[in-house]
Structure formats: C-alpha cells, structure tokens
C-alpha cells in the first residue's frame, strides 16, 4: 500500500559527499515525519536523521555523530526525503533504511521503510 524507494547511494572517499533520496508513494494521505536510519552488521539500527512537520514547522533530529556534516529535508508536495551527507567518514559505513510515518489513505498511521541502500566510505 505504501512504497519508499531509495536512491543516491554507493562507494565515496572520505570526505566525499553523497545525497541519499527517498520517495513514497502509494496510498498515502499524509506523511508525520521522514527519516533516514543506518545498520552495520551485528549492531542495531540506529537513527541518523529525522524530520517532522508539525504546526510550527519542520523540526530535525540528528545522530551526533552526523551533526554538523549531515542535512536533511523534505520535499513534501513530493513525498520526498533527502539526506545530504558531508565530509564522509568510513564510519559512516553501512546500509541507509528510508523510514516513513505515514497515514494511508486506507488504515492507521504507521512506520514504512525502505529495503535500505548501502553506502561504503572508504578510508
């Protein structure tokens, strides 16, 4: 019913840049926040940035890690989340889940996610 399909992913030099997309479509009425998540093997998947419109706008939440070196938006009118990442370090390694909390036209509010996109920085 919900779809997110993402993109702008693949293999940077340390401190390259890279802009990871993610597009919903589907049954959607309207979308709370978007977000993008990271998992290496054998640790739990972790936020890294998220952004939630509300009545007094947008509001963000990064990882520390990724504070200062990472950006993200929106395009809502588009259904669009955007994670502009700087100064990439190999820590940054490992695959990026798109994440939305959606409400569909047809059932409750929920959380959809991508199929997740690898990003590999290399030292």
């Known amino acids: 019913q919900v779809q997110l399909v993402e993109s702008g992913g693949g293999l940077v030099q340390a401190g390259g840049s890279l802009r990871l997309s993610c597009v919903a479509s589907?049954?959607?009425?309207?979308?709370?926040?978007m977000g993008w998540y990271r998992q290496v093997p054998g640790k739990q998947r972790e936020l890294v940035a998220a952004?939630?419109?509300?009545?007094?706008?947008?509001?963000?939440d990064y990882a520390d890690s990724v504070k200062g070196r990472f950006t993200i938006s929106r395009d809502n009118a588009k259904n669009t989340v955007y994670l502009q990442m700087t100064s990439l370090k190999p820590e940054d390694t490992g695959v990026y889940f798109c994440?939305?909390?959606?409400?569909?036209?047809?059932?409750?509010?929920?959380?959809?996610w991508g199929p997740g996109i690898q990003v590999t920085v290399s030292s």
């Open positions: 952004i939630t419109s509300g009545s007094s706008g947008e509001s963000t």
């Open positions: 994440n939305a909390r959606v409400r569909p036209i047809y059932g409750y509010t929920k959380d959809y």
């Open positions: 589907g049954s959607i009425f309207s979308i709370n926040s």
